[in-house]
């Protein structure tokens, strides 16, 4: 039998979409309904395998479901959940895929709290600049992370039934809280595309914009990769996570104003040092394969780089 | 017969070591002659053929030398122009491959005021987290980018050469003065540099580094990249340029300044207009080939995104 039976997707793009195919992939659900907010983009998902069928009512689509998964931006998961809220049955497990987890968590408080047992908040970390269900893909989650941030209200099981589907996904599930998560990726991962958009907004809005980007080379394409992600999503998250995020950009700030400081007093020694620092501890990191046993790794090379 | 006779490559590093296998692949050089500061990494430069004979003095490394390319950090430029300059001969062309230029030609016309005619500046864009001669390869300069900013005082022949030089490498070779060189490049390439050896440093340093990392993927992993670039020759590159670097990182910091000021006040509109137009402009520039011809395609699809 398989894991869920009926799985509702709401917002079938990049993330929402390879879950179901990665489910399906395994034979690990039987009917798939989506919904979201353009008609089109369903039909492009039925078209390609990732949902069976299209609902555009919740009632319908709530009708014996087993799993929801939320995988619209942030900015709309309140929305979402206050129209989903009437319709809910009691079976029903209700998961989201968002980069933020306060807000979320804030929403289903809200909206959700007659139900908050089988509310499981979870984030697949699956970075791609790509978005939209024709980049989705069965095999977007292996080897890399989701992590659950689990509610003190959660049902064990139902806790153990999201992670088995990010399981059978091939991702390697880890619990968090929260609070530590926002953090988390506030720093190495909100704080890095902020900083991406900006330095290319910059550079495209200089009169000799051309002259510049035609002597970009790959540094720079690497650098600003990121900068090619989803306008909507990223707003979202920044907004949803400016408390945290200001915080990490208040303290890149002091690090970029010590940078500043040795660059015009032209302190050669203490600008090598941060160079060979920054370095050794980002080739430590990048050995470390990202993945399952990652966080071990990285800690004993972190350790022996002090 | 071929372009270069007897090659003197000081600093047989990645950039170095490139250049001289790439001219030995063609059959474009006859001799070449490796000095530098560690007799150990001249032996494994021998070793992988990049170069025929160690020299430890300049008299003996200049004697008939054709060509001189100093690969070097560009920390030492000076201090080797000084130490050559005695036993330069008249037909030597000296060139560079420093990642600054105005530094570069102050050294020059300090210390080579009677060879102005034969030092061309140049500088290649083949930009590599690695380095030392055991990263080096023929093909390193393969549809890159090499600059020449030649002098007022250049023969025009020795520019012909320096430039035929770089094209059997397989670099496609464009000129512009020294000043628009370092503008430039402080802003595609030296700024990125500083932006990323920060992030990873500010990282690095805190109490919860291990867990940071442990939780950094795919978009972390490119921003960070050049973040594992050489210490030694990052600082010299920063020191180098460091006036048009601080004019790149303060109008970065405005940048910076309008991004936080746009979180704090939860301007959401605003921030994705931002978002989309670096999106946007960052699309428009990978899709442009990084080659020959990139310049103009990546101006009409710059102007396309206004």
Redesign the interface.
């Known amino acids: 039998m398989a894991l869920i039976g009926k799985l509702v997707i709401c917002g079938v793009g990049l993330i929402g979409g390879s879950f179901a195919l990665a489910l399906r992939g395994k034979g690990e659900v039987g009917h798939v309904v989506g919904m979201g907010r353009t008609r089109a983009a369903l039909e492009r998902a039925r078209a390609l395998g990732a949902i069976d069928e299209i609902a555009t009512d919740w009632a319908t689509a709530l009708e014996g479901a087993d799993f929801v998964l939320l995988a619209t931006p942030v900015?709309q998961i309140d929305e979402v959940m206050t129209a989903m809220a009437p319709h809910l049955q009691t079976q029903t497990i209700v998961s989201d895929v968002g980069s933020t987890k306060g807000d979320v968590i804030a929403a289903a408080y809200q909206r959700l709290d007659a139900h908050l047992s089988r509310v499981v908040p979870a984030h697949p970390?699956?970075?791609?600049e790509k978005s939209g269900v024709e980049a989705a893909s069965a095999a977007l989650f292996h080897g890399?992370?989701t992590?659950l941030t689990p509610l003190p209200e959660n049902d064990a099981a139902a806790v153990e039934r999201v992670r088995a589907a990010w399981q059978v996904c091939g991702a390697a599930v880890v619990d968090m809280s929260p609070q530590?998560h926002d953090r988390?990726?506030a720093?190495?991962?909100h704080?890095?595309?902020?900083?991406?958009?900006?330095?290319?907004?910059?550079?495209?809005?200089?009169a000799?914009?051309?002259?510049?980007?035609?002597?970009?080379?790959?540094?720079?394409?690497?650098?600003?990769?990121?900068?090619?992600?989803?306008?909507?999503m990223?707003?979202d998250i920044?907004?949803a996570n400016?408390q945290a995020?200001?915080g990490e950009?208040?303290?890149?700030?002091g690090?970029?104003a010590l940078?500043?400081s040795l660059?015009?007093s032209?302190n050669?020694e203490r600008?090598?040092q941060?160079?060979?620092?920054?370095?050794?501890?980002?080739?430590a990191?990048?050995e470390?394969a990202?993945g399952t046993d990652?966080?071990a790794r990285?800690?004993d090379r972190?350790?022996s780089?002090r």
Not at 125 to 128: L, W
């Open positions: 900015g970390i699956a970075g791609a890399k992370r992590v530590d988390v990726f720093a190495v991962s704080l890095p595309h902020l900083l991406a958009f900006g330095l290319v907004h910059d550079l495209a809005g200089r000799n914009a051309e002259l510049l980007f035609s002597h970009a080379a790959s540094g720079f394409r690497d650098f600003t990769r990121i900068a090619g992600s989803h306008p909507e990223w707003r920044c907004l400016r995020l200001l950009l208040d303290q890149y700030l690090e970029l940078i500043r660059l015009l032209g050669s600008l090598e941060l160079f060979k620092e920054a370095r050794h501890a980002r080739i990191w990048g470390a990202v990652a966080q990285t800690g972190l350790r780089a």
